[in-house]
């Protein structure tokens, strides 16, 4: 399997790692700033070497197209792709709007060319032990998830509406929306509300935000995100569920079950170390990369694909619109 990759920054540097772990052919990069390309190509002996993704399907001889740009790009980029008959994995927010994600989709339903959003946490150790453990829990009232930085926030693009489309929700609290809805078996959302303001950089978008999801499980799921927040309560992504019978939790990975005729809580482990090293590891994206390449081999929709994507595009959407609007967006 030939890769390409579209854009030389931080998590391209983790993906073409993932690629090389899984014994993929690292083929061919686009990327606008020769001092990112230049050191990229050489750590990963990639010889292709193009400005844009246009000129990079124009060459051929990739089989798949990792993007990891300014979520500008992700739509154009990941469009050229899948039209041009090359599988696409496209970082998270897939687009920078449900428009641009449901093109997304179209491009892939004519090509036949897959699409897979990376939704890394669906790949990781502690969250596949607790949807595992989650059906101990009975029925899941709530969830509380948030995906923050503490004192820490991102500059450049990011930080920039137009090459961004939103801010710490798009970027961070994305992650606990999918997390949440991974854990709860993929729900549709029924209704959002949201309070989402700039308070603590003086932002283009967005730095902190509370989010409450109606799912028609009849869960309800609150969420924050954030940027430069005083304070988290744990790592920069985390997610509770208040079940019926008990409480589960991410990070440390456990679950607490009421024990009423023993008068006690027991606690499960999952025994996944905690704090552990890095919060966001390798193996999280080498998982990531495995699954999407198995995808293609055996031709099989990847999930999460273009539908989960464009869930979490209209979900953030809304978050904005409620925000703004002061009032609840239901969903037909
Ligand atoms: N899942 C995760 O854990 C995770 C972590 C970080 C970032 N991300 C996502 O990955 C994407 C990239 O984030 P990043 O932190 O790597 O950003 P980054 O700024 O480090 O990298 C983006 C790269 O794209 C390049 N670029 C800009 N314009 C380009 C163009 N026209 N053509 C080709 N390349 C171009 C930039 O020069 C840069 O090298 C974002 O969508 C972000 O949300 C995901």
Same mark, same amino acid.
């Given at each position: 399997m030939k890769i390409g990759f579209a854009g030389a920054g931080y998590i391209i540097n983790i993906h073409a790692q993932a690629a090389r772990n899984n014994g993929a052919e690292l083929a061919a990069v686009a990327e606008k700033f020769v001092e990112k390309v230049v050191p990229f190509g050489k750590k990963f002996r990639i010889k292709q070497q193009y400005e844009t993704v246009e000129q990079m399907l124009a060459a051929g001889g990739v089989d798949a197209l990792v993007i990891g740009t300014p979520n500008f790009l992700h739509a154009p980029q990941a469009i050229a792709a899948l039209q041009a008959g090359v599988h696409v994995l496209v970082e998270k927010p897939m687009a920078m709007s449900v428009a641009e994600a449901e093109k997304m989709l179209a491009a892939s339903a004519k090509s036949g060319a897959k699409l897979m959003v990376a939704h890394c946490w669906r790949f990781d150790q502690d969250v596949n032990w607790l949807k595992a453990q989650a059906a101990r829990l009975g029925k899941i009232i709530r969830t509380k998830g948030y995906g923050v930085h503490s004192n820490?926030?991102?500059?450049?693009?990011?930080?920039?509406?137009?090459?961004?489309?939103?801010?710490?929700?798009?970027?961070?609290?994305?992650?606990?929306?999918? %997390?949440?809805?991974?854990?709860? *078996?993929?729900? #549709? +959302?029924? &209704?959002?509300?949201?309070?989402? /303001? @700039?308070?603590?950089?003086?932002?283009?978008?967005?730095?902190?935000?509370?989010?409450?999801?109606?799912?028609?499980?009849?869960? %309800?799921?609150?969420?924050?995100? *954030?940027?430069? #927040? +005083?304070? &988290?309560?744990?790592?920069?992504? /985390? @997610?509770?569920?208040?079940?019926?019978?008990?409480?589960?939790?991410?990070?440390?990975?456990?679950?607490?079950?009421?024990?009423?005729?023993?008068?006690?809580?027991?606690?499960?482990k999952s025994g996944f170390k905690f704090p552990r090293k890095e919060h966001c590891p390798q193996s999280m994206y080498d998982a990531q990369m495995a699954y999407f390449l198995a995808c293609i081999q055996s031709d099989q929709t990847p999930v999460p694909g273009g539908l989960e994507g464009l869930v979490n595009m209209k979900i953030v959407q809304a978050a904005y619109e409620s925000s703004r609007t002061g009032l609840a967006v239901h969903f037909q």
């Amino acid at each position: 399997m030939k890769i390409g990759f579209a854009g030389a920054g931080y998590i391209i540097n983790i993906h073409a790692q993932a690629a090389r772990n899984n014994g993929a052919e690292l083929a061919a990069v686009a990327e606008k700033f020769v001092e990112k390309v230049v050191p990229f190509g050489k750590k990963f002996r990639i010889k292709q070497q193009y400005e844009t993704v246009e000129q990079m399907l124009a060459a051929g001889g990739v089989d798949a197209l990792v993007i990891g740009t300014p979520n500008f790009l992700h739509a154009p980029q990941a469009i050229a792709a899948l039209q041009a008959g090359v599988h696409v994995l496209v970082e998270k927010p897939m687009a920078m709007s449900v428009a641009e994600a449901e093109k997304m989709l179209a491009a892939s339903a004519k090509s036949g060319a897959k699409l897979m959003v990376a939704h890394c946490w669906r790949f990781d150790q502690d969250v596949n032990w607790l949807k595992a453990q989650a059906a101990r829990l009975g029925k899941i009232i709530r969830t509380k998830g948030y995906g923050v930085h503490s004192n820490w926030g991102p500059a450049g693009w990011f930080t920039q509406k137009a090459l961004a489309g939103g801010g710490a929700l798009a970027d961070m609290g994305i992650h606990a929306l999918d %997390t949440a809805r991974y854990l709860l *078996g993929d729900p #549709q +959302p029924v &209704s959002v509300y949201a309070k989402i /303001g @700039t308070h603590y950089k003086d932002y283009d978008v967005d730095d902190t935000g509370v989010i409450l999801v109606e799912w028609d499980n009849g869960t %309800t799921s609150y969420i924050e995100s *954030g940027w430069w #927040q +005083p304070y &988290s309560d744990g790592p920069e992504a /985390g @997610t509770q569920l208040y079940g019926e019978k008990g409480f589960g939790q991410l990070f440390p990975t456990r679950l607490l079950l009421p024990n009423d005729a023993a008068q006690k809580v027991d606690e499960v482990k999952s025994g996944f170390k905690f704090p552990r090293k890095e919060h966001c590891p390798q193996s999280m994206y080498d998982a990531q990369m495995a699954y999407f390449l198995a995808c293609i081999q055996s031709d099989q929709t990847p999930v999460p694909g273009g539908l989960e994507g464009l869930v979490n595009m209209k979900i953030v959407q809304a978050a904005y619109e409620s925000s703004r609007t002061g009032l609840a967006v239901h969903f037909q």
